[in-house]
Nanobody
Framework: QVQLVESGGGLVQAGGSLRLSCAAS????????MGWFRQAPGKEREFVAA????????YNADSVKGRFTISRDNAKSTGYLQMNSLKPEDTAVYYC?????????????????WGQGTQVTVSS
């Protein structure tokens, strides 16, 4: 199992930026693909972005394309989600997760380890 801790959430005005971090410990981070998901109040959890084990391939949800960038630093066992041009509808708890499948997958069921989440609130 991989233990994951998210950080970097907070309150930001619409149009602003935040960078979320996901620190991994336990198993070797580079053995897993990683993803970011989010869940807004009263809504189901939704896929945001994923990255393969090496960082060479990414997959973004249509709702965040051109605004969010997922990346990872395997030497630091840390993943990132750079969020630009934030909108009020991006308000949610953001979770990072890892999957033993090495590819970037949008399916939540593929992920085995999850962090506790970090709150992102975008004001209008």
């Amino acid at each position: 199992q991989v233990q994951l801790v998210e950080s970097g959430g907070g309150l930001v005005q619409a149009g602003g930026s935040l960078r979320l971090s996901c620190a991994a410990s336990g198993r070797r981070f580079s053995s897993y693909a990683m993803g970011w998901f989010r869940q807004a109040p009263g809504k189901e959890r939704e896929f945001v972005a994923a990255i393969n084990w090496s960082g060479g391939s990414t997959y973004n949800a249509d709702s965040v394309k051109g605004r969010f960038t997922i990346s990872r630093d395997n030497a630091k066992s840390t993943g990132y989600l750079q969020m630009n041009s934030l909108k009020p509808e991006d308000t949610a708890v953001y979770y990072c997760a890892t999957t033993p499948y090495l590819i970037a997958t949008p399916k939540a069921a593929d992920y085995r380890s999850w962090g506790q989440g970090t709150q992102v609130t975008v004001s209008s």
